[in-house]
């Protein structure tokens, strides 16, 4: 089973006609999966790919889930 990440998009910029951004972790990335993405927003990653963008709701949600269990924020 994969589990997706949660992250922040901290800056977006155009490289070569497509949009990537940075995310919290460092990690450049496409974001052509998440076209209105904006940078203080939390992403569903997926195998290295932001999939979604969350609610600020969702995603406080998930990542207080994470930590109860005992996993890295």
Do not use: K, N
Request: charged share 20%; proline share 5%.
């Amino acid at each position: 089973m994969c589990l997706g990440a949660i992250a922040m998009l901290v800056e977006s910029w155009y490289a070569e006609g497509a949009r990537v951004g940075r995310l919290d972790t460092g990690a450049v990335v496409s974001l052509a999966f998440v076209p209105d993405a904006r940078p203080g927003e939390h992403l569903l990653v997926h195998l290295g790919i932001p999939v979604e963008i969350l609610d600020s709701q969702a995603a406080a949600d998930a990542l207080a889930l994470r930590t109860d269990q005992g996993g890295a924020p």
